[in-house]
Structure formats: C-alpha cells, structure tokens
C-alpha cells in the first residue's frame, strides 16, 4: 500500500504565500508523475501542477507565474511553492502520485487526504 501525506496548508492573506508538502511511503519502487490538485466549494477537482521524474513541469493557466512545483526524489516528497496568492486560490489541495510498487507491476494512482488553504481578501 501507498500512502501520501500532505503538510503545509492554512490561513493566509492575499498577497501572501504558503508551501506545502506532500511525502509519499510505503510499497514504492518508483514515483512517475506527481502533482497538486484542489477543489473549491461547489467546483470539481482541478489540476493545478505536475512534475514528472525527470523534472517537466506542467501548470495550469491560472497558476503560472505565481506557483512553482518541485520535488526531491530521494525524499519522495513533491512540493506546491505558492506565492502572490488571492481569495480565488481558496480550497482543498490534494497531492497525487503515480506509483510502481514493484519493478514488474502496472502503475497505480494514489491521493493524499486534502490540506485546506484559505486565502482571505
């Protein structure tokens, strides 16, 4: 089994900035694509950032400029940079991951618990 754990999240005014974290464990032999998700009240889940394992980086319009992902592999930790945030960046952000557990096994998707961040105007 995978577990992934996210950190970091919490209250902070526009203008402001947050990381958070997101560390994965268990059954792992490799990490391909990690990423942020989040979920506004009443919205549907929305990707926010990827990163592959070689460091590609994908982010959604709304975002650029202001968020910056990243990861440390030995650490298989994926992390969310977030700066010059507005009331619009409030919601639940999730990490995901797609994780091999063993060499010769398929791919499995995994999502950590939420970690909220509300961003006040």
């Known amino acids: 089994q995978v577990q992934l754990v996210e950190s970091g999240g919490g209250l902070v005014q526009a203008g402001g900035s947050l990381r958070l974290s997101c560390a994965a464990s268990?059954?792992?032999?490799?990490?391909?694509?990690m990423g942020w998700y989040r979920q506004a009240p009443g919205k549907q889940r929305e990707l926010v950032a990827t990163?592959?394992?070689?460091?590609?980086?994908n982010y959604v319009d709304s975002v650029k400029g202001r968020f910056t992902i990243s990861r440390d592999n030995a650490k298989k930790t994926v992390y969310l940079q977030m700066g010059s945030l507005e009331p619009e960046d409030t919601a639940v952000y999730y990490c995901?991951?797609?994780?091999?557990?063993?060499?010769?096994?398929?791919?499995?998707?995994?999502w950590g618990q939420g970690t909220q961040v509300t961003v006040s105007s």
């Open positions: 995901a991951a797609e994780v091999k557990s063993k060499p010769w096994s398929g791919t499995g998707n995994y």
């Open positions: 268990g059954s792992i032999f490799s990490i391909n694509r």
């Open positions: 990163i592959t394992s070689g460091g590609s980086t």
